[in-house]
């Protein structure tokens, strides 16, 4: 019988079972050099808001065109609009916050059929492992917005909801798109809350909407909840090394009442979160380098 011949590939390798003692070590080293690479990338790049979704709808898909109206309400509230940085639903929120003047950012992934970045990133960096990849695209974010996809924005989505139950990381506002899409999940969530593999508490942590205002409005509405209206936190002194200054994005302007980020080498941006309600701003102060209150 013939067998399909399996790719050859660094994490592979290291995930295919014990090696030598040499060749862990080694593919430890590769991992910490990748995180620091992702690190360097990405470090500038300011509060973030990640979009999840499948690499595979077309320009004239709906969920599509859903995801970049998404890109722009988001880069309109002052964040930087974080995706995988392929096709499809990724593709669409990077273009909307293009669109609306703000700044994109792509964690992309090498894949046996290649993915190719899309042409709306300011900052993209490609990850060989995937598990390098997800830890970016979190670390980074202070939401998270989850369009329909397949495995992968399955994988995404529940490792999200994992770190928030366990408290790994904040209460951070999460986003499912399209109720028909995710009705039969969220029926299979109501059986794990009967039977008590969930707790009661856990269909809490996410809104399933099919409006973009009302995604954009929990998001807000939570991280007012979260930070209040004014949060500082210390200035530390940060220098630029080597190579960093280029990957630092274009300083970026919004239009009145929404958020201004400033480019410059000291870990603060300012994000202002618009009161829709009472017309006024509320300013939120957070580390450039992603510190979230936990």
Same mark, same amino acid.
């Given at each position: 019988? *013939?067998?399909?011949?399996?790719?050859?590939?660094?994490?592979?390798?290291?995930? *295919? #079972? &014990?090696g030598?003692?040499?060749?862990?070590?080694?593919?430890?080293? %590769?991992?910490?050099?990748?995180?620091?690479?992702?690190?360097?990338?990405?470090h !500038?790049? #300011?509060?973030?808001?990640?979009?999840?979704?499948? =690499?595979?709808?077309?320009?004239?898909?709906?969920?599509?065109?859903?995801?970049?109206?998404?890109?722009?309400?988001? =880069?309109? *509230?002052?964040?930087?609009?974080?995706?995988?940085?392929?096709?499809?639903?990724m593709?669409? @929120?990077?273009?909307?916050?293009?669109?609306a003047?703000?700044?994109?950012?792509?964690?992309?992934?090498?894949?046996?059929?290649e993915?190719?970045?899309?042409p709306?990133?300011?900052?993209?960096? $490609?990850?060989?492992?995937?598990?390098?990849r997800k830890?970016? /695209? /979190? *670390?980074?974010?202070?939401? !998270?917005?989850? +369009?329909?996809?397949?495995?992968?924005?399955?994988?995404? /989505?529940?490792?999200?909801?994992?770190?928030?139950?366990?408290? %790994?990381?904040? @209460?951070?506002?999460?986003?499912? !798109?399209?109720?028909?899409?995710?009705?039969?999940?969220?029926?299979?969530i109501?059986?794990?809350?009967?039977? #008590?593999?969930?707790? &009661?508490?856990?269909?809490?942590?996410? +809104?399933v909407?099919?409006?973009?205002?009302?995604?954009?409005?929990?998001?807000?509405?939570? +991280?007012?909840?979260?930070?209040?209206?004014?949060?500082?936190?210390?200035? $530390?002194?940060?220098?630029?090394?080597?190579?960093?200054?280029?990957?630092?994005? &274009?300083?970026?302007?919004?239009?009145?009442?929404?958020?201004?980020?400033? &480019?410059?080498?000291?870990?603060?941006?300012?994000?202002? +979160?618009?009161?829709?309600? =009472?017309?006024?701003?509320?300013?939120?102060?957070?580390?450039?380098?992603?510190?979230? %209150?936990?």
């Amino acid at each position: 019988m *013939k067998h399909q011949s399996k790719p050859q590939n660094g994490e592979y390798l290291f995930l *295919k #079972g &014990p090696g030598s003692r040499w060749a862990d070590f080694t593919g430890v080293w %590769k991992i910490m050099v990748e995180f620091v690479r992702g690190f360097r990338h990405l470090h !500038f790049i #300011g509060p973030s808001i990640t979009v999840f979704g499948s =690499a595979h709808f077309k320009e004239d898909h709906p969920y599509y065109q859903q995801a970049r109206l998404f890109g722009q309400a988001i =880069a309109r *509230k002052g964040f930087t609009v974080m995706t995988g940085g392929g096709p499809g639903v990724m593709e669409a @929120a990077n273009r909307g916050a293009k669109e609306a003047g703000g700044c994109s950012a792509g964690c992309n992934i090498e894949l046996p059929h290649e993915q190719e970045p899309n042409p709306y990133l300011d900052v993209m960096i $490609t990850m060989r492992r995937f598990y390098v990849r997800k830890v970016l /695209l /979190l *670390k980074y974010s202070y939401a !998270f917005v989850v +369009l329909p996809g397949g495995f992968g924005t399955m994988d995404e /989505l529940f490792e999200t909801l994992t770190l928030i139950q366990n408290h %790994k990381i904040g @209460a951070l506002p999460l986003v499912l !798109f399209g109720r028909e899409f995710w009705k039969e999940l969220l029926d299979q969530i109501e059986e794990m809350k009967a039977a #008590g593999t969930i707790s &009661p508490n856990d269909s809490g942590h996410f +809104l399933v909407t099919d409006s973009v205002e009302e995604g954009m409005d929990y998001i807000i509405a939570k +991280l007012r909840e979260n930070y209040g209206s004014q949060v500082s936190h210390r200035k $530390t002194k940060s220098r630029w090394w080597l190579g960093e200054r280029a990957m630092a994005l &274009p300083q970026q302007s919004f239009e009145s009442g929404f958020a201004h980020i400033v &480019p410059v080498p000291v870990k603060v941006v300012v994000a202002h +979160l618009v009161n829709d309600d =009472a017309h006024h701003e509320a300013g939120v102060l957070l580390r450039k380098c992603g510190s979230r %209150k936990e």
